[in-house]
């Protein structure tokens, strides 16, 4: 099974840069991705690792490292918008007869203030 | 990027109807979908596991009798809530896996979700 632990809240001015950490205990691992949702949408897709590194996407990154079972979403130049859900979601490795599932923290919800 | 709809946006039934909720995927082809519940801040819960042509896999306490689940052609999935009451109102969401890789990886894009309430 998966355990996935991040913070709950936080907190961060507009314009500034906010990392968000997410580990996660696993018997198989496949990839670990970062969504974002917004109050009463559905999460949207924002970033994949499956090899140790920084992945950059423009204002975000994400970062992994598996044999720390640990990750990290940065925000730089936050801005309003920002504010919302971050998923950290892990998928296990395929195993007989079952297709690659995702597995949810409990989400960080990010409040930026101007 | 991959889309994936979901109809209705949401519903308000009366306890004891049935309910039925549709995911497509618009442009791609999905051989997995995925059947997702979320009650008030808190995360996603993985219901099943929906593939085209066979029977879903549920995941432990989710009853399958319950919660029917078709997945009839590679672009359309659905949930149907039978017997609905009060307990199962939440936002139901549901993703289609995108194993060719309009992204260039194989990855889950989500609907916008179902909002249930159940009087």
Known sequence: GQNIDQPTEMTATEGAIVQINCTYQTSGFNGLFWYQQHAGEAPTFLSY???????????FSSFLSRSKGYSYLLLKELQMKDSASYLCAVRDRVSSGSARQLTFGSGTQLTVLP | GAVVSQHPSWVICKSGTSVKIECRSLDFQATTMFW????????LMLMATSNEGSKATYEQGVEKDKFLINHASLTLSTLTVTSAHPEDSSFYICSARDFIGTSGIDTQYFGPGTRLTVL
């Open chain 1, 49 to 59: 690792n499956v090899l140790d590194g920084l992945e950059e996407k423009g204002r």
């Open chain 2, 36 to 43: 997702y519940r979320q009650f008030p801040k808190q995360s």
